[in-house]
T-cell receptor
Framework: SQTIHQWPATLVQPVGSPLSLECTVEGTSNPNLYWYRQAAGRGLQLLFYSVGIGQISSEVPQNLSASRPQDRQFILSSKKLLLSDSGFYLC????????????FGDGTRLSIL | AQKVTQAQTEISVVEKEDVTLDCVYETRDTTYYLFWYKQPPSGELVFLIR??????QNEISGRYSWNFQKSTSSFNFTITASQVVDSAVYFC??????????????FGGGTRVLVKP
């Protein structure tokens, strides 16, 4: 069966520090991969999605970037964190087209001090 | 552009009461898919159900039921005889048909359900 791993679960970082969040999927090949951010008490905002290695689409201009160095690995990064980067970050995967649900990881709670 | 609206931000009920969550969507696509997800306090999103735009048959699964009405662009979700474990945030989502380019979901703002014992 397919599983998705996301780490770390929680992270406290100072303003201006770099960021690297990692997400890996097991049990499937060539998944679509997604990064979302959820601000406190708010809905989900799609940040990036990828349909293949090295293929990244950005949904909103921001201080973050994403990379997909391997088929089942998706990384969210920043060179310098801002206070506004605080939130709950969720990675998700899907296979196939629009009818297929996305399946989510457990999330990373990021606090910027 | 697609849009999903969940007008209810929070619903509080006493255990065993029924709860209905509203979802209204906007899309220009003639073929689309609708989803409901549950986010318990632990944070992960759990997929509950998918509905095709061309299938308006309503569905019941245990204590959950869904009412899809294309004429009013609504996809409502009912929990019958609610339990404390149903306390969570529930999200409605709409899938943009992009062929082989994945499935981009547009989420509503979520409805927080609090079931009191």
């Amino acid at each position: 069966s397919q599983t998705i791993h996301q780490w770390p679960a929680t992270l406290v970082q100072p303003v201006g520090s770099p960021l690297s969040l990692e997400c890996t999927v097991e049990g499937t090949s060539n998944p679509n991969l997604y990064w979302y951010r959820q601000a406190a008490g708010r809905g989900l905002q799609l940040l990036f999605y990828s349909v293949g290695i090295g293929q990244i689409s950005s949904e909103v201009p921001q201080n973050l970037s994403a990379s997909r160095p391997q088929d089942r690995q998706f990384i969210l990064s920043s060179k310098k964190l801002l206070l506004s980067d605080s939130g709950f970050y969720l990675c998700a995967w899907s296979v196939g087209g629009a009818r297929q649900p996305q399946h989510f990881g457990d999330g990373t709670r990021l606090s910027i001090l | 552009a697609q849009k999903v609206t969940q007008a209810q931000t929070e619903i509080s009920v006493v255990e065993k009461e029924d709860v209905t969550l509203d979802c209204v969507y906007e899309t220009r696509d003639t073929t689309y898919y609708l989803f409901w997800y549950k986010q318990p306090p632990s944070g992960e999103l759990v997929f509950l159900i998918r509905r095709n735009s061309f299938d308006e048959q309503n569905e019941i699964s245990g204590r959950y039921s869904w009412n899809f009405q294309k004429s009013t662009s609504s996809f409502n979700f009912t929990i019958t005889a609610s339990q404390v474990v149903d306390s969570a945030v529930y999200f409605c989502a709409l899938s943009e048909v992009r062929g082989a380019a994945g499935n981009k979901l547009t989420f509503g703002g979520g409805t927080r359900v609090l079931v009191k014992p």
